[in-house]
């Protein structure tokens, strides 16, 4: 076997290859090389596991960040829950990691991270501080609405009688998402992921993409972007607008994508990752959501300690503190210089 950089000739071929897997997930889809060269201008690295007849055993997709501010590294996938190594055989998968960590050090990293959701057993360090919350579904959303007990159902509700209402589309939506999203974010005191990087998910995964907002009238209060792969629809990225909480726009939101899910014949809803006990973790939860434990794991060139790039990180607080001070047009400008570097 051979390890080698796909090219976009590859790409049926390797989608081929992940459509079958069970440890794939989208984001081992080739088109997301696209994606990230064309929104963020980094360097991708499809890696393929080739047998001699030409057939793909593995794959490792990985984009390089390079940045004064946060350092010089690789991660498969970043921006999102999964990535990783996808390997028939523990042979291909060291092959792939092997040619990972010999990348990693001519372009000088000093670190890679893999995000899988199943245990790599090759003894790099990890952390499992994240679960992905998923819920099985049943064959129709009456059933599924049926299975929450009566205060979930009420909850679901409380904003319908308020008046909101729920859109699902794509391009048209994508004003709407965005600005929630850039509220959202800024409350956090995170940089917002750029416009440009949701519409081009929208146009390189046609079939695989959409748009969920729930609406007061006019306006957009919340919204989710939704993503699909094989039986599952994926929430990533979900955002409310804090002043109408109280109508609770984000319980119609995710029972409104379920109902999607439902009667497009998915049998799993993921809700996104969130570390265990926290309150996100709690609102999947009540849902009937399952948790399934995350395994990220790091090569270190130096050794040391897990790189901590997440808002968690002290050394972050004030330009965290700073960010939720600065005028939402400001952070639109200025965040997607910023956000491009952080995995």
């Not at 599924?144 to 979930?152: D, G, N, T, V």
């Not at 589309?169 to 440009?196: C, I, Q, W, Y």
């Not at 599952?232 to 994508?257: D, H, Q, T």
């Not at 002290?314 to 965290?320: D, V, W």
């Amino acid at each position: 076997m051979k390890i080698r950089i796909a090219e976009s000739t590859d790409a049926s071929t390797v989608d081929g290859f992940v459509n079958k897997m069970d440890t794939s997930s989208l984001y081992h889809d080739y088109r997301w090389v696209s994606v990230i060269e064309k929104c963020f201008g980094h360097k991708c690295y499809y890696l393929v596991c080739e047998e001699s007849n030409g057939r793909i055993a593995g794959t490792l997709p990985m984009v390089h960040l390079k940045s004064r501010l946060f350092g010089n590294f690789l991660v498969s996938m970043p921006f999102f829950n999964y990535g990783g190594v996808c390997a028939e055989s523990e042979g291909s998968r060291s092959l792939l990691i092997e040619e990972a960590v010999r990348i990693a050090n001519d372009v000088g990293a000093s670190h890679i991270e893999f995000r899988q959701d199943s245990p790599l057993q090759n003894g790099f360090p990890s952390r499992t501080s994240k679960v992905s919350m998923r819920l099985d579904l049943p064959s129709s959303p009456e059933d599924l609405m049926r299975s929450f007990p009566s205060k979930l159902r009420s909850q679901v509700r409380k904003p319908q009688k308020e008046g909101m209402t729920t859109r699902i589309g794509r391009f048209e939506e994508l004003d709407g998402f965005h600005h929630v999203f850039s509220v959202n974010m800024r409350k956090l005191g995170t940089p917002a992921l750029p416009k440009g990087f949701f519409r081009d998910i929208l146009v390189q995964f046609p079939d695989e993409s959409w748009i969920c907002s729930v609406y007061l009238d006019s306006v957009p209060v919340a919204s989710g972007f939704l993503v699909a792969f094989k039986n599952r629809l994926e929430v990533p990225w979900a955002s409310s607008l804090s002043e109408y909480n109280k109508y609770s726009p984000n319980m119609l939101l995710f029972w409104s994508c379920m109902e999607f899910a439902c009667r497009g014949g998915f049998k799993v809803f993921d809700f996104g990752r969130s570390t265990a006990g926290e309150k996100t973790y709690k609102f999947k939860e009540q849902w009937g959501a399952r948790p399934v434990q995350l395994h990220w794991y790091y090569w270190l060139r130096d050794g040391g300690g897990i790189p901590d790039l997440t808002p968690g990180n002290p050394k972050y607080q004030l330009a965290i503190a700073l960010w939720k001070r600065l005028p939402l047009s400001v952070t639109k400008i200025i965040g997607p210089r910023i956000i491009r570097n952080i995995p």
